[in-house]
């Protein structure tokens, strides 16, 4: 398995137990555990020059969103900027040949088919879109009520699902040529279970696996390549302003606070969000973009620690597992 650390190649040899164990994944995991804050240009095989391209990105008001929209201008690419107000929008580097702000409310899907057909008539085609609307949401289980829950479950997931789908249909009969990119931001909360992030890592989990499965069902011939994007933690409004709490304490938690553990965090986090947005309009530039890939030192960090507790985990209980086949059964090899 080879991994990208600082624009080097290395090797990393596993077992082969490992390596059965995750045959589905081993494509994309290399490029998981791969850190690129420092990719450039000029030093990485895989970017590819391309003409400029059309950006539709979601959540654009502020953070990641806001900070990727600034590098595509900054790079000339044009983008389809959009959020629930896109009033209150503001670009300084932007002209009205390079940039549309448009409103789109992902959990409406009138209004996501009304963003993508005024983004195809203005710039005729969409060559990437980044799915990076969303919110945290932290509180014990037991704090949070149904109605929080389910309301992160439409914004993380639902309506990543709503917007993927026109996504998918845009690149495959609109694009002439046929072909895009789809980045999916989810979290390495999508990759780690998070203390006081249950819900909110439900719904990251649950994009991954969707999005893995997506992958496979596409043909090759559409040109379509999907990428999840797992941060960790970033100094944006994420854990400020933008998050949300359980609105019913459990006193039975009284040995958590999840706000004063937010404020705590908030500001202190590792990732630089400039430095993110750079890392995703590049990976967006790659010929072959992988399926997976966390940004942040943070998220290095605990993505490894989760392989190596996967790699410590399942090879103990071999016995139980592989003792459940029919008898008789033969195994691929």
């Known amino acids: 398995m080879l991994l990208m650390t ?10 082969q137990w490992w390596l059965y164990i995750y045959k589905g994944l081993s494509h994309s995991l290399s490029a998981s555990v791969a850190t690129i804050n420092h990719i450039t240009t000029t030093n990485h095989p895989n970017l590819a020059t391309m003409a ?16 990727y929209v600034e590098k595509c201008l900054k790079e000339g ?9 896109s009033s209150k929008l503001a670009f300084p580097t932007a002209t009205k040949d390079n940039l549309l702000t448009l409103d789109c409310d992902v959990t409406d899907q009138s209004s996501i088919d ?19 609307a969303g919110y945290g949401l932290s509180g014990e289980f037991e704090s949070l009520t149904d109605e929080q829950i389910r309301t992160q479950m439409e914004v993380n997931f ?12 845009t690149m495959r009969e609109r694009n002439s040529p046929p072909g895009g990119r789809i980045q999916q931001i989810t979290s390495i909360g ?9 819900i909110y890592c439900a719904s990251k989990w649950a994009v991954e696996g969707f999005t893995e499965s997506l992958q496979q069902e596409l043909k ?3 040109g379509i390549k999907l990428t999840c994007i797992e941060p ?102």
């Open 114 to 132: 009304a963003a993508f057909a005024q983004a195809l008539s203005h710039f005729g085609r969409i060559d990437v879109v980044v799915n990076n």
């Open 220 to 222: 090759p011939e559409w």
């Open 190 to 198: 999508g990759q780690r279970g998070v203390p006081t992030f249950s």
């Open 232 to 333: 960790g933690g970033f100094r944006t409004d994420w854990a400020g302003r933008s998050m949300d709490f359980g609105a019913k304490k459990n006193s039975a938690y009284d040995h958590i606070d999840a706000k004063a553990n937010m404020a705590q965090r908030h500001g202190t986090q590792a990732g630089d969000p400039v430095k993110g947005a750079d890392a995703m309009w590049q990976v967006a530039k790659m010929e072959e973009p992988p399926l997976r890939l966390v940004i942040g030192s943070d998220a290095h960090r605990l993505i490894m620690e989760k392989i190596k507790s996967y790699g410590d985990n399942y090879p103990k209980y071999e016995e139980i597992a592989n003792g459940c086949d029919v008898d008789g059964y033969e195994r691929p090899q």
């Open 52 to 67: 400029p391209q059309v950006f539709f990105i979601t959540g654009t008001s502020t953070g990641f969103g806001y900070h």
């Open 77 to 85: 690419d044009k983008v389809v900027a959009t959020a629930r107000n």
């Open 158 to 169: 639902f309506g990543l699902l709503n917007v993927t789908r026109v996504a998918l249909e």
């Open 6 to 15: 600082s624009g080097v190649i290395i090797s990393l040899h596993l077992p």
